[in-house]
């Protein structure tokens, strides 16, 4: 348990009845950091966020923020201030009067709220919007007034449940922009739901990835890019290539695997038994076409099945010779291969330290 | 506009005004009547005065049990609101076992005959010892118009996402100020609207009323004994500015109701 971190779930966990939603969870979160929590529907991502927020009481676990438990918290003691997916925002309260209010119900004198609601106002650009009624404001300025409400009273942690669902793209990636840059220049904490991965990978310090009410892997973008941790996880992040084996060792005593692409030597990790069967997992992008007849020591011969332009890139879906039936897709920027077409004979290559060997 | 066309208007236009005089025409000849005399079953035109009104003021039974009426709608559909408010927003905050019983039990007495809910208040109060009176009518009209405050503010907080409360707390707000500042500015047309209501129901409620009156009577108790011996002209001087209180209740209810749809749409 790192010395820096701001909340730390221990063993938390939430059921519905017999229904376990959320197993058992540990999960330290730093301060300053801005996480994304990813995962498909129904996974558990805003039962985690409604623990912490203090609407939900967890089965089990502790919650500490600063190292003190705070289950037995009420929501309106906690430092955290949360933006709804649906914004919630008061429809009786002018914009003024909705950023203010958290001020207002703490006792913070008239003066003194003007002063922070304009300056907040100032920040998420919506000065001109003060005197109007929520009701007409578009979606994008009413999230920007859900996040100037969330954030005047100065929280510990922001927490925002799926915030920019409702945007249409282009609002979307501006509001990413956005939030990214606010989260820095205030430094606080944000945790952020998604599931959009896209949107995890362009916004997130770190990423929790959960699926059934577990997490499956917490990490860097990058990390999590380049290895993931489970089959779940290598599915669910991006496009990938899931190669199923059998692990076995080569004459000169090194790990190797055998599957659809013939014999893959592989880095020697421990773990890997003898007559184990694991999943390699490779991404489109790093499998490369040499010309067909070169021996790469780490590659297998294919035939080119199909060709789909994609823009600067092409999806290239191929067959592996010996087997015939086994596909995997490579994705090649199109000015490499302009004459790629179906039915030619290719070898597929891919450097050792591109394959993720999942268990 | 072809000939069987002109006859449809025509007729639907006669249709609608027989209907309009069947329901006004008596309110209209009673408002007429109270500034005029009657002189052998007609209309004395040359006697136009206030007398009927005066002699009205003099009528200290009449007054008394407009008196009592009024404090009787004041009192119940106060108290009937407050329950109504209070019960309300405790089902809606929370999942609330026996909600469903509950909410029977409240709209019965609506639906129930009233004869029924009547005699069943007052062998109850007779059982616990309790003395008929202002009181007992009091408590009556509570029962009865408890249901239609309850289903009219009910209906608008339902319509109130829970995550409006779960914000309130969420930036620091105690239930209190939760209920305060967010609950009842947007639950106050539904009131005013369910108050309205039930203050027209609690005027002219009889049937319960008479099994609970003691020796005060309400103004349509009085009404109805004084059928018996023929009404005084000064009858339609109170219907008249009955009618004309009713007239204001129903603009409010009605402007009150609209403000709260236009709000809701917005
Ligand atoms: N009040 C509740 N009673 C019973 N089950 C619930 C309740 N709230 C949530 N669940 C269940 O818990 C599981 C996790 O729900 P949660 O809302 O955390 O998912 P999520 O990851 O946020 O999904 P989404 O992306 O759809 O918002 C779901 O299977 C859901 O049906
Ligand atoms: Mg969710």
Redesign the pocket.
């Known amino acids: 348990m790192p010395q820096h971190a701001i909340l730390n779930l221990v063993g938390v966990s939430?059921s519905?009845?017999d229904?376990e939603?959320?197993q058992p969870t540990d999960l330290a979160i730093e301060d300053g950091e801005f996480i994304t929590v990813l995962?498909?529907?129904?996974?558990?991502?805003?039962?985690?966020?409604?623990m912490i927020g203090g609407f939900?009481a967890p089965t089990s676990g502790q919650i500490l923020f600063q190292g003190r438990d705070i289950v037995d918290v009420p929501t309106f003691q906690r430092p955290f201030n949360t933006v709804f997916?649906d914004y919630a925002l008061f429809p009786h309260m002018r914009v003024v009067d909705n950023v203010g209010y958290g001020l207002r119900v703490r006792g913070v004198a008239k003066a003194e709220i003007a002063r922070k609601v304009a300056e907040v106002l100032q920040i998420v650009d919506l000065g001109d919007k003060a005197d109007r009624f929520p009701n007409a404001l578009s979606g994008g300025q009413r999230q920007r007034v859900a996040l100037a409400r969330a954030i005047i009273c100065e929280p510990k942690i922001v927490l925002l449940?799926?915030p920019l669902a409702a945007l249409d793209a282009e609002l979307r990636r501006s509001m990413q922009d956005f939030l990214k840059d606010l989260q820095r220049r205030i430094k606080t904490t944000f945790i952020f739901?998604t599931?959009d991965q896209q949107e995890a990978i362009s916004m997130a310090d770190r990423i929790v990835v959960?699926n059934h009410?577990k997490i499956e892997q917490i990490g860097s973008p990058r990390e999590i890019y380049r290895r993931p941790g489970s089959e779940f996880v290598a599915r669910f992040f991006g496009e990938n290539n899931l190669i199923p084996g059998i692990v076995e060792q080569n004459a000169a005593g090194e790990a190797c695997i055998d599957s659809a692409l013939g014999r893959v030597i592989v880095p020697r990790d421990a773990s890997l038994a003898v007559g184990s069967k694991v999943v390699m997992a490779v991404r489109p992008e790093h499998i490369k076409l040499v010309p067909a007849g070169s021996t790469v020591s780490q590659s297998v011969a294919a035939e080119v099945r199909s060709v789909t332009f994609l823009g600067a890139t092409s999806q290239i879906a191929l067959t592996i010779a010996p087997q015939g039936n086994f596909a995997i897709r490579v994705s090649l920027p199109t000015n490499d291969f302009p004459s790629l077409s179906v039915g030619d004979q290719v070898v597929a290559a891919w450097a050792p330290d591109d394959l993720t060997i999942l268990h | 506009m072809t000939r069987s066309e002109r006859i449809t208007i025509a007729v639907l236009w006669v249709f609608a005004s027989f209907v309009f005089v069947l329901l006004y025409g008596p309110a209209v000849l009673v408002a007429t009547l109270s500034f005029f005399d009657m002189d052998r079953g007609q209309i004395a035109w040359g006697s136009f005065s206030l007398a009927h009104y005066a002699s009205l003021l003099e009528n200290k039974s009449i007054l008394a049990a407009l008196g009592n009426t009024l404090m009787v709608a004041f009192t119940s559909v106060a108290i009937a609101t407050i329950l109504a408010l209070g019960l309300a927003y405790y089902m809606r905050t929370g999942e609330r076992r026996g909600r469903a019983y509950v909410e029977f039990i409240i709209f019965l007495p609506f639906v129930l005959p009233a004869i029924i809910t009547g005699i069943s208040l007052l062998v109850a109060f007779r059982e616990v010892g309790v003395d008929r009176g202002l009181t007992t009518i009091a408590i009556g009209h509570i029962v009865v118009v408890i249901a239609i405050i309850y289903r009219m503010v009910m209906v608008r907080l339902e319509a109130l996402e829970t995550s409006q409360l779960e914000a309130s707390a969420d930036l620091g707000a105690t239930q209190f100020q939760t209920f305060r500042l967010v609950v009842v500015p947007q639950l106050a047309s539904a009131m005013v609207t369910g108050a309205l209501l039930a203050f027209t129901i609690s005027f002219d409620e009889t049937l319960v009323t008479f099994f609970l009156a003691g020796s005060d009577p309400t103004l349509p108790l009085r009404l109805w004994a004084m059928m018996r011996v023929g009404f005084s002209p000064e009858i339609n001087a109170l219907v008249t500015i009955v009618l004309l209180g009713t007239m204001v209740l129903a603009t409010l209810g009605a402007l009150s109701l609209r403000r709260g749809i236009a709000k809701e749409r917005a």
């Open positions: 939430k519905y009845r229904v939603v959320l995962g498909p529907s129904g996974s558990g991502k805003t039962t985690i966020l409604r939900t997916q449940d799926e739901i599931h959960m009410g």
